[in-house]
């Protein structure tokens, strides 16, 4: 079976300020439905590298799906 592999890594509060802009976007009346349902997506995987993030004791989060 083949694993899943990691996209790219970023630091815990690079994440941190890109949630707070993913979540200013998805707000803004200009965006169209299919940018803020991937920004959705995007915001979802970030919190989910964060609840896991804490645990590993990793500064990194390692974000991306394969």
């Not at 979540?23 to 169209?32: C, L, N, T």
């Not at 299919?34 to 995007?42: F, Q, S, T, Y």
């Not at 989910?48 to 390692?62: A, F, H, K, N, Q």
Request: hydrophobic letters at 35%.
């Amino acid at each position: 079976m083949r694993q899943a592999r990691r996209g790219w890594t970023m630091p815990e509060e690079n994440a941190r300020s890109m949630l707070s802009m993913i979540e200013e976007r998805i707000r803004s009346s200009d965006i169209r439905v299919e940018h803020r349902d991937a920004l959705i997506r995007l915001r979802t995987m970030i919190e989910d590298d964060l609840e896991v993030s804490p645990r590993s004791g990793s500064p990194l989060l390692c974000l991306g799906r394969a």
